[in-house]
């Protein structure tokens, strides 16, 4: 456990700066605004007792959660479908195995409801069929098995 700062507490949390135990416990700040802690040292010789002092591994952890969200995202494709608006003319774009993936999540995710109501309206025509086999008032769906 580490005891921060208010002002740090939340910086910490959001994992906008980490703690390398690798690099002399080096502070590295992940985003802008905490040039009074950059390249600062977490002086752990204070800390002899290894019950009362963090675990180097949480300290990991915790670092490389921070280069995940801050470093790595910062690179990523932001894959937003909100306006509705999906301009597939872009190859360079939509021609990645990642963006089929993420249109064909995209499709399902809007055709969902119509998908549900579909199946809701052919499981109720089903069994209709009056007792010779034939449509009596309703639909009757002969369903063939398929080899």
């Not at 700066?17 to 950059?38: E, N, S």
């Not at 109501?117 to 499981?123: G, I, K």
């Not at 069929?129 to 639909?139: K, T």
Request: with cysteine; aromatic share 8%.
């Amino acid at each position: 456990m580490l005891l921060l700062r208010e002002d740090l507490h939340d910086a910490w949390a959001d994992y906008e700066f980490g703690i390398d135990p690798d690099d002399d416990y080096r502070i590295t700040a992940f985003v802008p605004g905490h040039d009074g802690i950059v390249g600062e040292f977490l002086d752990m010789g204070d800390i002899s007792d290894p019950v009362t002092r963090p675990f180097d591994q949480a300290l990991r952890d915790h670092f490389a959660q921070g280069l995940l969200k801050h470093v790595k995202g910062r690179g990523e494709r932001h894959w937003n479908f909100s306006s509705g608006a999906m301009d597939l003319s872009d190859a360079k774009v939509w021609g990645t195995p990642e963006a089929k993936e993420r249109l064909e999540l995209e499709l399902e995710n809007r055709l969902f409801e119509h998908r549900m109501r579909q199946e809701s309206e052919d499981s109720s025509t089903l069994g209709n069929c009056d007792e010779d086999g034939e449509p009596g008032d309703r639909v009757c769906i002969h369903l063939e098995p398929s080899l």
